[in-house]
């Protein structure tokens, strides 16, 4: 089993759609948590962190439930430009230092 | 501008030619990573080095060796490529591990190809 797991997609969805990803992780030792974007070819760019309250940023908000192990991201009225993978990524323990990424979910906004 | 560069941006190159991937940061920071990006393999931590002179082992560190003499370099070296060395490479820095911010500043990556 993959320490960090993401369904694949792809999600194709129209614009103004609303999308949610989730990501499992499997180490209960886990202490930071965040959602970066990728664009084809390019490096990833954090998106935002996730905070166990649940953290919101525009059309984007992110949940963590720590006793099932899961992170989630909602992104409301899609846009075009919402167009990405979009990669869950995971600490394996204090400082941060090692890093687990998800394999990533592809999503597809059409018009 | 504050910025993560990588060289070479593309290479292709032959079995057990020794090579390095430069990594150099700008925001002084403490800490940097490099990755290996596979096909549903997702990103995967090779070497992280906390500071000058402090580095450890990622998750796959076998066929790579590092090194940090300044702060703002962490080159990459790949003794005695092999094909399946073959993926893409990003470089990361983060002032000091994403258990503190959270974000990993990337370099745009470096495309090797092991024939």
């Known amino acids: 089993r993959k320490e960090v797991e993401q369904d694949p997609g792809p999600f194709n969805v129209p614009e103004g759609a609303t999308v949610a990803f989730n990501c499992t992780y499997s180490?209960?030792?886990?202490?930071?948590f965040f959602w970066y974007r990728q664009d084809c070819r390019k490096e990833p760019k954090l998106l935002m962190s996730v905070y166990s309250s649940g953290n919101e940023d525009g059309r984007f908000t992110a949940q963590l439930n720590r006793a099932s192990q899961y992170i989630s991201l909602l992104i409301r009225d899609s846009k075009l430009s919402d167009s990405a993978t979009y990669l869950c990524v995971v600490n394996k323990g204090t400082g941060g230092f090692k890093t687990i990424f998800g394999a990533g979910t592809r999503l597809f906004v059409k018009a | 501008e504050a910025q993560v560069t990588q060289n070479p941006r593309y290479l292709i190159t032959v079995t057990g030619k020794k090579l390095t991937v430069t990594c150099s940061q700008n925001m002084n920071h403490e800490y940097m990573s490099w990755y290996r990006q596979d096909p549903g393999l997702g990103l995967r931590q090779i070497y992280y080095?906390?500071?000058?002179?402090?580095?450890d082992k990622g998750d796959v560190p076998e066929g790579y060796k590092v090194s940090r003499k300044e702060k703002r370099n962490f080159p990459l070296i790949l003794e005695s490529p092999s094909p399946n060395q073959t993926s893409l490479y990003f470089c990361a820095s983060s002032f000091r591990g994403t258990g503190d911010t959270g974000e990993l500043f990337f370099g745009e990556g470096s495309r090797l190809t092991v024939l």
């Open positions: 180490n209960s030792a886990s202490q930071s």
């Open positions: 080095s906390m500071n000058v002179e402090v580095t």
